[in-house]
Protein backbone atom coordinates (compact mmCIF):
# COMPACT_ATOMS: atom_id res chain seq x y z
CA UNK A 1 0.00 0.00 0.00
CA UNK A 2 1.14 3.31 -0.80
CA UNK A 3 1.35 6.22 2.02
CA UNK A 4 -0.74 9.39 1.32
CA UNK A 5 1.32 12.29 1.27
CA UNK A 6 1.92 13.83 4.91
CA UNK A 7 -0.29 16.89 3.76
CA UNK A 8 -3.24 14.61 3.41
CA UNK A 9 -3.35 13.01 6.85
CA UNK A 10 -3.12 16.44 8.88
CA UNK A 11 -6.67 17.70 9.90
CA UNK A 12 -8.29 19.57 7.16
CA UNK A 13 -7.59 23.31 8.10
CA UNK A 14 -4.33 22.68 8.72
CA UNK A 15 -3.74 21.26 5.44
CA UNK A 16 -5.77 24.02 3.70
CA UNK A 17 -3.74 26.62 5.49
CA UNK A 18 -0.20 24.94 4.89
CA UNK A 19 -0.66 24.33 1.40
CA UNK A 20 0.59 26.31 -1.29
CA UNK A 21 -0.79 30.22 -0.85
CA UNK A 22 -2.16 31.78 -4.30
CA UNK A 23 -3.09 35.48 -4.43
CA UNK A 24 -5.80 35.95 -6.87
CA UNK A 25 -5.47 37.63 -10.12
CA UNK A 26 -5.46 41.63 -9.19
CA UNK A 27 -8.98 43.49 -10.34
CA UNK A 28 -9.03 45.53 -13.42
CA UNK A 29 -7.86 49.20 -11.79
CA UNK A 30 -10.75 51.79 -11.51
CA UNK A 31 -10.29 54.22 -14.31
CA UNK A 32 -8.00 52.53 -16.61
CA UNK A 33 -9.09 52.44 -20.20
CA UNK A 34 -10.33 49.51 -21.95
CA UNK A 35 -7.74 47.04 -23.82
CA UNK A 36 -7.81 47.62 -27.35
CA UNK A 37 -9.64 44.51 -29.49
CA UNK A 38 -9.38 43.09 -32.92
CA UNK A 39 -11.26 40.18 -34.21
CA UNK A 40 -10.27 37.41 -36.82
CA UNK A 41 -13.04 36.06 -39.31
CA UNK A 42 -12.94 33.46 -42.04
CA UNK A 43 -14.58 33.96 -44.91
CA UNK A 44 -17.57 31.75 -45.55
CA UNK A 45 -17.75 29.04 -47.60
CA UNK A 46 -22.00 28.56 -47.90
CA UNK A 47 -24.72 30.63 -47.38
CA UNK A 48 -25.31 29.54 -43.84
CA UNK A 49 -22.24 30.23 -42.81
CA UNK A 50 -22.14 33.69 -44.83
CA UNK A 51 -25.52 33.84 -42.09
CA UNK A 52 -22.95 33.18 -39.03
CA UNK A 53 -20.28 35.41 -39.95
CA UNK A 54 -22.82 38.21 -40.24
CA UNK A 55 -24.38 37.46 -37.12
CA UNK A 56 -21.27 37.73 -35.13
CA UNK A 57 -19.65 40.25 -36.84
CA UNK A 58 -23.15 42.51 -36.18
CA UNK A 59 -23.09 41.32 -32.46
CA UNK A 60 -18.90 42.10 -32.28
CA UNK A 61 -19.34 45.35 -33.95
CA UNK A 62 -20.60 47.38 -30.92
CA UNK A 63 -17.75 46.55 -28.92
CA UNK A 64 -15.51 48.98 -31.57
CA UNK A 65 -12.68 46.90 -32.25
CA UNK A 66 -9.41 48.60 -33.87
CA UNK A 67 -9.84 46.45 -36.89
CA UNK A 68 -11.53 43.35 -37.66
CA UNK A 69 -9.32 40.82 -40.00
CA UNK A 70 -10.48 38.28 -42.50
CA UNK A 71 -7.89 35.23 -43.30
CA UNK A 72 -6.43 33.72 -46.77
CA UNK A 73 -6.60 30.43 -47.81
CA UNK A 74 -2.80 30.09 -48.54
CA UNK A 75 -2.04 29.84 -52.20
CA UNK A 76 -5.09 31.90 -52.82
CA UNK A 77 -7.76 29.29 -51.91
CA UNK A 78 -10.13 31.88 -50.47
CA UNK A 79 -9.31 34.98 -52.52
CA UNK A 80 -12.70 35.76 -53.98
CA UNK A 81 -14.26 35.28 -50.81
CA UNK A 82 -11.83 36.74 -48.79
CA UNK A 83 -12.34 40.19 -51.09
CA UNK A 84 -15.94 39.36 -51.09
CA UNK A 85 -16.21 39.28 -47.02
CA UNK A 86 -13.85 42.55 -47.39
CA UNK A 87 -15.90 44.46 -49.60
CA UNK A 88 -19.04 43.57 -47.69
CA UNK A 89 -17.31 44.99 -44.30
CA UNK A 90 -16.71 48.06 -46.14
CA UNK A 91 -19.62 48.72 -47.66
CA UNK A 92 -21.83 47.60 -44.48
CA UNK A 93 -20.48 48.76 -41.66
CA UNK A 94 -17.94 51.32 -40.28
CA UNK A 95 -15.30 48.41 -39.25
CA UNK A 96 -11.73 49.16 -40.49
CA UNK A 97 -11.13 45.93 -42.19
CA UNK A 98 -7.54 44.17 -42.47
CA UNK A 99 -6.77 41.54 -44.96
CA UNK A 100 -4.72 38.88 -44.75
CA UNK A 101 -2.74 37.91 -47.61
CA UNK A 102 -0.11 34.93 -48.19
CA UNK A 103 2.81 34.62 -50.43
CA UNK A 104 3.00 30.54 -50.76
CA UNK A 105 2.59 29.06 -54.39
CA UNK A 106 2.49 32.86 -56.04
CA UNK A 107 4.42 34.91 -58.26
CA UNK A 108 5.15 38.11 -56.50
CA UNK A 109 2.96 39.96 -59.27
CA UNK A 110 0.07 37.75 -58.58
CA UNK A 111 0.56 38.36 -54.84
CA UNK A 112 1.17 42.28 -55.89
CA UNK A 113 -2.12 42.60 -57.90
CA UNK A 114 -4.42 41.20 -55.03
CA UNK A 115 -2.42 44.09 -52.86
CA UNK A 116 -3.09 46.40 -55.10
CA UNK A 117 -6.81 45.30 -55.83
CA UNK A 118 -7.22 45.65 -51.90
CA UNK A 119 -6.01 48.87 -52.29
CA UNK A 120 -8.23 50.34 -54.34
CA UNK A 121 -11.12 48.93 -52.91
CA UNK A 122 -10.20 50.73 -49.71
CA UNK A 123 -8.21 48.35 -47.39
CA UNK A 124 -5.56 49.60 -45.97
CA UNK A 125 -4.21 47.22 -43.94
CA UNK A 126 -2.89 43.90 -44.25
CA UNK A 127 -1.79 40.44 -42.22
CA UNK A 128 1.25 39.70 -44.46
CA UNK A 129 2.05 35.63 -44.32
CA UNK A 130 3.98 33.53 -45.43
CA UNK A 131 1.49 30.21 -45.40
CA UNK A 132 2.17 27.00 -45.91
CA UNK A 133 1.82 24.68 -49.05
CA UNK A 134 -1.36 24.10 -50.26
CA UNK A 135 -1.22 20.14 -49.97
CA UNK A 136 0.90 20.28 -47.02
CA UNK A 137 4.86 18.70 -47.04
CA UNK A 138 8.01 20.83 -46.65
CA UNK A 139 7.47 24.83 -47.53
CA UNK A 140 9.50 25.58 -51.14
CA UNK A 141 9.56 28.97 -52.34
CA UNK A 142 7.93 29.92 -55.39
CA UNK A 143 10.41 30.15 -57.99
CA UNK A 144 8.95 34.02 -58.53
CA UNK A 145 8.00 34.08 -55.47
CA UNK A 146 8.38 36.31 -52.10
CA UNK A 147 10.39 33.48 -50.43
CA UNK A 148 9.02 34.56 -46.59
CA UNK A 149 7.02 36.95 -45.05
CA UNK A 150 9.66 39.79 -44.47
CA UNK A 151 10.06 39.85 -48.12
CA UNK A 152 6.27 40.02 -48.83
CA UNK A 153 5.95 43.27 -45.96
CA UNK A 154 8.41 45.08 -48.07
CA UNK A 155 6.55 44.04 -51.60
CA UNK A 156 3.46 45.24 -50.26
CA UNK A 157 4.97 48.24 -48.90
CA UNK A 158 6.23 49.11 -52.22
CA UNK A 159 2.59 48.51 -53.95
CA UNK A 160 1.16 50.88 -51.43
CA UNK A 161 1.52 53.02 -48.10
CA UNK A 162 -0.85 49.94 -46.38
CA UNK A 163 -0.60 49.25 -42.14
CA UNK A 164 0.92 46.02 -41.89
CA UNK A 165 0.73 43.40 -39.29
CA UNK A 166 2.59 40.06 -39.07
CA UNK A 167 2.75 36.90 -37.27
CA UNK A 168 4.95 35.31 -34.01
CA UNK A 169 5.17 32.33 -32.52
CA UNK A 170 5.37 32.25 -29.00
CA UNK A 171 6.25 28.69 -29.07
CA UNK A 172 8.63 28.94 -32.32
CA UNK A 173 7.31 28.44 -35.62
CA UNK A 174 7.45 24.67 -36.22
CA UNK A 175 9.81 24.88 -39.35
CA UNK A 176 12.33 27.30 -37.23
CA UNK A 177 15.87 25.73 -37.23
CA UNK A 178 15.78 27.38 -33.42
CA UNK A 179 13.73 29.83 -31.04
CA UNK A 180 16.90 32.63 -31.52
CA UNK A 181 16.20 32.07 -35.52
CA UNK A 182 12.74 32.88 -35.27
CA UNK A 183 13.26 35.39 -33.27
CA UNK A 184 15.43 37.02 -36.06
CA UNK A 185 12.89 36.33 -38.74
CA UNK A 186 10.14 38.51 -36.66
CA UNK A 187 12.40 41.18 -36.28
CA UNK A 188 13.00 41.06 -39.87
CA UNK A 189 9.36 41.18 -40.44
CA UNK A 190 9.28 44.09 -38.29
CA UNK A 191 12.07 45.88 -39.75
CA UNK A 192 10.86 45.52 -43.19
CA UNK A 193 7.82 47.90 -41.98
CA UNK A 194 5.34 45.84 -40.00
CA UNK A 195 3.84 48.12 -37.16
CA UNK A 196 2.96 45.16 -34.72
CA UNK A 197 2.62 40.94 -34.82
CA UNK A 198 -0.09 39.44 -33.75
CA UNK A 199 0.66 35.76 -32.05
CA UNK A 200 -0.34 31.87 -32.96
CA UNK A 201 -2.50 31.27 -30.00
CA UNK A 202 -1.17 30.02 -26.78
CA UNK A 203 -2.68 28.31 -23.85
CA UNK A 204 0.61 28.70 -21.17
CA UNK A 205 0.14 32.45 -20.33
CA UNK A 206 3.51 32.42 -18.73
CA UNK A 207 5.17 31.06 -22.33
CA UNK A 208 3.95 34.27 -23.90
CA UNK A 209 5.60 36.38 -21.18
CA UNK A 210 8.81 34.83 -21.56
CA UNK A 211 8.53 35.33 -25.04
CA UNK A 212 7.95 39.06 -24.42
CA UNK A 213 11.06 39.10 -22.40
CA UNK A 214 13.05 37.45 -25.14
CA UNK A 215 12.02 39.55 -28.25
CA UNK A 216 12.51 43.29 -26.31
CA UNK A 217 16.27 41.58 -25.10
CA UNK A 218 16.41 40.52 -28.96
CA UNK A 219 15.63 44.52 -29.45
CA UNK A 220 11.81 44.11 -30.82
CA UNK A 221 9.99 47.18 -29.61
CA UNK A 222 6.74 47.12 -31.84
CA UNK A 223 3.54 45.39 -29.73
CA UNK A 224 3.26 41.72 -29.77
CA UNK A 225 -0.20 41.17 -29.76
CA UNK A 226 -1.33 37.98 -27.77
CA UNK A 227 -3.78 36.10 -30.32
CA UNK A 228 -6.37 34.57 -27.93
CA UNK A 229 -8.64 31.40 -29.21
CA UNK A 230 -11.36 30.76 -26.50
CA UNK A 231 -11.87 27.16 -27.27
CA UNK A 232 -15.23 25.45 -27.68
CA UNK A 233 -14.24 22.23 -28.82
CA UNK A 234 -11.47 20.51 -27.23
CA UNK A 235 -10.81 18.27 -29.31
CA UNK A 236 -10.77 19.96 -32.55
CA UNK A 237 -8.65 22.51 -30.74
CA UNK A 238 -6.03 19.87 -29.61
CA UNK A 239 -6.28 18.54 -33.53
CA UNK A 240 -5.52 22.08 -34.86
CA UNK A 241 -3.12 22.67 -32.17
CA UNK A 242 -0.42 19.73 -33.41
CA UNK A 243 -0.48 21.27 -37.03
CA UNK A 244 -0.12 24.77 -35.65
CA UNK A 245 2.75 23.78 -32.92
CA UNK A 246 0.40 24.93 -29.99
CA UNK A 247 0.99 22.65 -27.08
CA UNK A 248 -1.79 21.94 -25.02
CA UNK A 249 -1.41 21.13 -21.28
CA UNK A 250 -2.71 18.48 -19.73
CA UNK A 251 -4.42 20.96 -17.06
CA UNK A 252 -6.27 21.96 -20.42
CA UNK A 253 -7.78 18.48 -21.20
CA UNK A 254 -8.64 17.61 -17.33
CA UNK A 255 -10.64 20.74 -17.38
CA UNK A 256 -12.97 19.73 -20.43
CA UNK A 257 -12.55 15.52 -19.38
CA UNK A 258 -15.80 14.48 -19.22
CA UNK A 259 -17.44 17.28 -21.11
CA UNK A 260 -18.22 15.88 -24.63
CA UNK A 261 -22.05 15.45 -24.82
CA UNK A 262 -22.15 18.33 -22.00
CA UNK A 263 -22.50 21.57 -24.42
CA UNK A 264 -23.99 23.54 -21.25
CA UNK A 265 -20.88 22.68 -18.98
CA UNK A 266 -18.64 22.86 -21.86
CA UNK A 267 -19.16 26.78 -23.04
CA UNK A 268 -18.77 27.32 -19.51
CA UNK A 269 -15.62 25.81 -18.79
CA UNK A 270 -14.42 27.50 -22.01
CA UNK A 271 -15.38 30.77 -21.19
CA UNK A 272 -13.67 30.63 -17.53
CA UNK A 273 -10.18 29.27 -19.10
CA UNK A 274 -10.72 32.10 -21.79
CA UNK A 275 -11.31 34.33 -19.18
CA UNK A 276 -8.97 33.60 -16.76
CA UNK A 277 -5.81 33.52 -19.42
CA UNK A 278 -6.77 37.69 -20.53
CA UNK A 279 -7.37 38.99 -17.29
CA UNK A 280 -3.91 36.91 -16.32
CA UNK A 281 -2.59 39.11 -18.99
CA UNK A 282 -4.48 42.20 -18.36
CA UNK A 283 -2.76 42.14 -15.28
CA UNK A 284 0.65 41.57 -16.69
CA UNK A 285 0.12 44.67 -18.28
CA UNK A 286 -0.73 43.49 -21.90
CA UNK A 287 -4.12 46.39 -23.34
CA UNK A 288 -4.40 44.58 -26.53
CA UNK A 289 -6.22 41.72 -27.80
CA UNK A 290 -6.53 40.02 -31.27
CA UNK A 291 -9.14 37.25 -30.71
CA UNK A 292 -9.58 34.12 -33.34
CA UNK A 293 -13.19 34.54 -33.43
CA UNK A 294 -14.11 31.31 -35.57
CA UNK A 295 -16.41 33.18 -36.59
CA UNK A 296 -18.28 32.67 -33.60
CA UNK A 297 -19.28 35.97 -31.62
CA UNK A 298 -20.48 34.67 -27.91
CA UNK A 299 -17.67 33.35 -25.77
CA UNK A 300 -15.61 36.46 -27.44
CA UNK A 301 -18.41 38.97 -26.91
CA UNK A 302 -17.93 37.46 -22.95
CA UNK A 303 -14.19 37.68 -22.64
CA UNK A 304 -14.34 41.29 -23.75
CA UNK A 305 -16.91 42.10 -21.55
CA UNK A 306 -14.45 40.63 -19.13
CA UNK A 307 -11.97 42.87 -20.09
CA UNK A 308 -13.63 46.36 -19.56
CA UNK A 309 -15.03 46.40 -23.11
CA UNK A 310 -19.02 47.74 -23.45
CA UNK A 311 -21.06 48.19 -26.74
CA UNK A 312 -20.10 51.54 -27.97
CA UNK A 313 -23.70 53.29 -27.12
CA UNK A 314 -23.27 51.90 -23.69
CA UNK A 315 -20.09 53.10 -22.89
C1 LIG B 1 -1.92 35.82 -36.64
C2 LIG B 1 -1.80 34.74 -37.71
C3 LIG B 1 -2.63 34.80 -38.82
C4 LIG B 1 -2.52 33.83 -39.82
N1 LIG B 1 -3.36 33.91 -40.91
C5 LIG B 1 -3.23 33.03 -41.92
C6 LIG B 1 -4.04 33.11 -43.10
O1 LIG B 1 -4.91 33.99 -43.21
N2 LIG B 1 -3.84 32.22 -44.08
C7 LIG B 1 -2.89 31.24 -43.98
O2 LIG B 1 -2.76 30.45 -44.93
N3 LIG B 1 -2.10 31.12 -42.89
C8 LIG B 1 -2.24 31.99 -41.86
N4 LIG B 1 -1.44 31.88 -40.75
C9 LIG B 1 -0.48 30.77 -40.66
C10 LIG B 1 0.87 31.09 -41.33
O3 LIG B 1 0.71 31.26 -42.72
C11 LIG B 1 1.83 29.91 -41.07
O4 LIG B 1 2.09 29.82 -39.69
C12 LIG B 1 3.10 29.87 -41.88
O5 LIG B 1 3.71 28.59 -41.68
C13 LIG B 1 4.15 30.91 -41.51
O6 LIG B 1 3.79 32.14 -41.91
P1 LIG B 1 4.68 33.43 -41.43
O7 LIG B 1 4.09 34.59 -42.07
O8 LIG B 1 4.84 33.41 -39.96
O9 LIG B 1 6.07 33.05 -42.14
P2 LIG B 1 7.57 33.61 -42.01
O10 LIG B 1 7.67 34.77 -41.10
O11 LIG B 1 8.05 33.78 -43.39
O12 LIG B 1 8.29 32.41 -41.29
C14 LIG B 1 8.06 31.08 -41.71
C15 LIG B 1 9.22 30.19 -41.26
O13 LIG B 1 10.38 30.49 -42.01
C16 LIG B 1 11.44 30.93 -41.17
N5 LIG B 1 12.09 32.03 -41.90
C17 LIG B 1 11.68 33.31 -42.03
N6 LIG B 1 12.54 34.00 -42.80
C18 LIG B 1 13.51 33.15 -43.18
C19 LIG B 1 14.69 33.26 -43.98
N7 LIG B 1 15.03 34.42 -44.57
N8 LIG B 1 15.44 32.16 -44.15
C20 LIG B 1 15.10 30.98 -43.57
N9 LIG B 1 14.01 30.81 -42.80
C21 LIG B 1 13.22 31.88 -42.61
C22 LIG B 1 10.77 31.36 -39.87
O14 LIG B 1 11.63 31.24 -38.76
C23 LIG B 1 9.61 30.36 -39.79
O15 LIG B 1 10.06 29.12 -39.32
C24 LIG B 1 -1.55 32.79 -39.70
C25 LIG B 1 -0.74 32.73 -38.55
C26 LIG B 1 -0.86 33.69 -37.57
C27 LIG B 1 0.01 33.60 -36.34
Redesign the pocket.
Known sequence: MTHPPAAVSLPPLERWLTGPRFAAVPAPQAGRPPPALSF?FFPPRTEALEAQLWTCIARLAPLAPRFVSV????GGSTQERTHATLARILAETALLPAA?L?CVAAPRGAVDEVARRYWDMGVRHI??????MPGGGA?RPHPEGY????ELVQGLLRVAPFEVS????PET?P??PSPA??LD??K??LDAGASRA???YFFETETYLRFLDRALAAGITAPIVP?IMPVSNFAQAKKFSAM?GTSVPDWLGRLFEGTEDDADTRRLVAAVVAAEQVRLLQANGIDEF?FYTLNRPDLVYTIAHILGVRPAAAA
Open positions: ETYGAHTVALRGDYAYAAVAAYHAAADHLRKITQGCH
